[in-house]
Each structure stands twice: as structure tokens, then as C-alpha cells.
């Protein structure tokens, strides 16, 4: 699933562990999510990833579009 995790990661200038941690999912997961290899993410997942890095999930993952 493509999505802005890594680039709004870096804009807030913390590694993957950090966020990790933050969002109270494992690492490798996340590297996952990031490099577009886990193709499926529930959503209490994109919630908790959104709520750590302070955006919307429909920035982090819908790329702000309205369905």
C-alpha cells in the first residue's frame, strides 16, 4: 500500500525505531509499511502510525483524496 510514513518519519527527524516504539508496533513491521512490502494494514495500525507522527491517517496512507 503506498503511503508517506517514511518521508513524514524524516520530516519529523526520527528513525524507525523511534517511531516504532511511539506507535507501539514492531520495527520489521513498519520497515514493511515503509518500503510498500506489506501490502495490507488494519486500521488501528494506520491509526496508531498517524496519531505518532501528528497527521491524518488520510495524509499517511490515502494521499488526502476524499472518496
Known sequence: MPNRVKEVRKEHGITQAQL???????????????????????????LKIANALNKPVSYIFFNDCVV
Request: hydrophobic share 35%; glycine share 4%; net charge positive.
Open 20 to 46: 516504532a516504539e511511539k506507535a507501539k508496533v514492531c520495527r520489521p513491521y513498519l520497515s514493511a509499511i515503509e518500503s510498500g512490502k506489506q501490502k495490507t494494514i488494519s486500521n488501528i495500525v494506520m
